[in-house]
């Protein structure tokens, strides 16, 4: 299957990864700083309304373009551990 | 600036935001465990050749389609802060 030929503004348009989150920002990275025991929840798909972190808009995302994308989850372990 | 209207199908196509990594997983998700005194810069734009971690892609990636996507930088502080 070969998608249809469409024009460079338009690729440029749909092949965007972030329609939404800081869109004045040149580019958006983001530092975050754990502790012991800490675990959080980290949105890739940059569709969330509590980014940095996850809300679960990836599986409407999934589901809308047949896309795979989900989370990233890090922890730390407990001090004692 | 409206985008041109194109086939559903189409625009399945270009709203997937992962074109390359472990396209026959349902859903790609990463769980990591960071200890004291690690930093670790992972990618948000699904263009890494080291994912689950960033090799700066999203600079190609943002210079081609005038996204402003970058990196997610945790770090967890030394035992002894």
Redesign the interface.
């Known amino acids: 299957f070969a ?2 030929a ?2 460079a ?10 329609t939404k989150i ?2 004045d ?12 025991g800490d675990k959080k929840v ?1 949105c ?3 569709q969330s309304g509590t980014f ?1 972190l996850c809300d679960g808009s ?1 599986m409407a ?2 589901k ?14 407990k ?1 004692e551990e």
Chains 1, 2 share one sequence.
């Open positions: 998608p249809a469409h024009s503004v338009e690729t440029r348009l749909f092949d965007k990864i972030n800081d869109l920002s040149p580019k958006v990275a983001t530092m975050d700083k754990l502790s012991n980290y890739r798909c940059w940095p990836h995302h999934n809308e373009t047949g896309d795979n994308v989900g989370p990233l989850i890090v922890s730390v372990a001090a």
